[in-house]
């Protein structure tokens, strides 16, 4: 298998789906009519010509406004496809272009390239630039053109697929094909059952206390003093989640759509988070403070755990292995995201 039908082939199983040919076709026709719209003032100027029968200033104006659109357009044109591969048509039809080597958006050089093969095959008028935009129509399976497989890119139909160019959608993808073995239609992991052997429904978790984000009041959220003897320094630590809320983070705790202790410990604080998408396990991780440090740990959630760096890309959390967390990163948990956050103050 040579590189191009691996990639294609991987594509398929992170579940990316290549754009039928009329999605395509009705991108490029949205992309024309703006260049078109750009044209509108020469075109009121040329009018003025044929009314009037003499040059002036003002058709001379509109002209050059219609150059100067043109231009801004093809720069943010370029802009658009080498950053994210999109366009004002492939953003209406929701299609979005990728490099084949590592389905990130295509780059300057390829974008550029593909600009200059599209521009010399206007030295065929007509036939040759719609041959070039058709020729998808010829690659039945997954609808790469000629210009595609120039610039070894892929266009994605996100409708039906996943968009490759977001990092945690991507990650969180890959981390659901090394795992072949799971049920990825039923997110509910092995985890919370009562001793019996009995599942624990939602409903039947003890009532307590919630704020508006949907969190259970912590019992046991006091601030934890940095480690060492004699230090005057408290070390601050909180989990900032994705609709406001604030919680400062307790020695331990659980984080799951509805999260059940293996054992009775009141010491564990238990935060459910609503999840509308069900990508979120019951009992998805835990996590903690020693005083100096906080950590997670992903408790084999089916849909993964992934910690996106404050400079950096986004990584999957190795499932029952501890990973300390460090000052501004966020962690992705189902389709819900929250931000550690440290802060030390003096005794």
Same mark, same amino acid.
């Given at each position: 298998?040579?590189?191009?039908?691996?990639?294609?082939?991987?594509?398929?199983?992170?579940?990316?789906?290549?754009?039928?040919?009329?999605?395509?076709?009705?991108?490029?026709?949205?992309?024309?009519?703006?260049?078109?719209?750009?044209?509108?003032?020469?075109?009121?100027?040329?009018?003025?010509?044929?009314?009037?029968?003499?040059?002036?200033?003002?058709?001379?104006?509109?002209?050059?406004?219609?150059?100067?659109?043109?231009?801004?357009?093809?720069?943010?044109?370029?802009?658009?496809?080498?950053?994210?591969?999109?366009?004002?048509?492939?953003?209406?039809?929701?299609?979005?272009?990728?490099?084949?080597?590592?389905? %990130?958006?295509? @780059?300057?050089?390829? &974008?550029?390239? +593909? !600009? $200059?093969? *599209?521009?010399?095959?206007?030295? =065929? #008028? /007509?036939?040759?630039?719609?041959?070039?935009?058709?020729?998808?129509?010829?690659?039945?399976?997954?609808?790469?053109?000629?210009?595609?497989?120039?610039?070894?890119?892929?266009?994605?139909?996100?409708?039906?697929?996943?968009?490759?160019?977001?990092?945690?959608?991507?990650?969180?993808?890959?981390?659901?094909?090394?795992?072949?073995?799971?049920?990825?239609?039923?997110?509910?992991?092995?985890?919370?059952?009562?001793?019996?052997?009995?599942?624990?429904?939602?409903?039947?978790?003890?009532?307590?206390?919630?704020?508006?984000?949907?969190?259970?009041?912590?019992?046991?959220?006091?601030?934890?003093?940095? %480690?060492?003897? @004699?230090?005057?320094? &408290?070390?601050? +630590? !909180? $989990?900032? *989640?994705?609709?406001?809320?604030? =919680? #400062? /983070?307790?020695?331990?705790?659980?984080?799951?759509?509805?999260?059940?202790?293996?054992?009775?410990?009141?010491?564990?604080?238990?935060?459910?988070?609503?999840?509308?998408?069900?990508?979120?396990?019951?009992?998805?991780?835990?996590?903690?403070?020693?005083?100096?440090?906080?950590?997670?740990?992903?408790?084999?959630?089916?849909?993964?755990?992934?910690?996106?760096?404050?400079?950096?890309?986004?990584?999957?959390?190795?499932?029952?292995?501890?990973?300390?967390?460090?000052?501004?990163?966020?962690?992705?948990?189902?389709?819900?995201?929250?931000?550690?956050?440290?802060?030390?103050?003096?005794?």
């Amino acid at each position: 298998m040579d590189a191009v039908a691996f990639s294609l082939a991987k594509a398929h199983e992170l579940g990316m789906r290549p754009a039928n040919a009329r999605l395509r076709v009705w991108s490029y026709v949205i992309d024309y009519a703006v260049s078109l719209a750009a044209l509108l003032p020469a075109g009121i100027g040329y009018l003025i010509y044929l009314v009037t029968k003499q040059y002036s200033v003002v058709p001379l104006v509109l002209s050059g406004t219609s150059a100067l659109l043109l231009v801004v357009y093809l720069i943010v044109l370029l802009s658009l496809n080498s950053r994210k591969g999109s366009s004002p048509g492939k953003a209406a039809m929701r299609l979005r272009a990728v490099r084949l080597a590592d389905f %990130a958006a295509p @780059g300057f050089p390829r &974008v550029f390239g +593909a !600009a $200059l093969v *599209f521009l010399a095959s206007h030295l =065929v #008028p /007509v036939f040759g630039p719609v041959l070039l935009l058709l020729s998808c129509l010829f690659d039945r399976q997954h609808r790469r053109g000629w210009l595609d497989k120039l610039t070894g890119s892929y266009v994605l139909d996100l409708r039906s697929g996943i968009d490759s160019t977001n990092e945690r959608v991507l990650a969180r993808a890959e981390y659901l094909l090394t795992r072949p073995d799971r049920d990825n239609s039923e997110h509910l992991p092995k985890l919370g059952t009562l001793t019996h052997g009995a599942s624990v429904e939602e409903a039947a978790l003890p009532p307590r206390p919630r704020s508006s984000a949907g969190i259970v009041g912590a019992r046991n959220s006091d601030w934890h003093a940095a %480690a060492g003897s @004699g230090t005057q320094v &408290v070390r601050r +630590a !909180a $989990l900032a *989640f994705d609709d406001g809320s604030y =919680v #400062p /983070v307790p020695e331990t705790g659980l984080i799951g759509r509805a999260p059940v202790a293996e054992s009775a410990d009141p010491r564990t604080l238990l935060i459910p988070l609503k999840d509308p998408e069900r990508l979120l396990s019951k009992t998805h991780l835990s996590f903690g403070s020693d005083g100096a440090d906080v950590w997670i740990m992903d408790l084999a959630s089916s849909n993964g755990t992934q910690v996106t760096p404050a400079s950096g890309r986004p990584h999957n959390v190795p499932a029952h292995t501890r990973a300390l967390l460090n000052d501004g990163d966020i962690v992705q948990v189902g389709s819900r995201t929250f931000r550690i956050t440290f802060q030390e103050t003096e005794k």
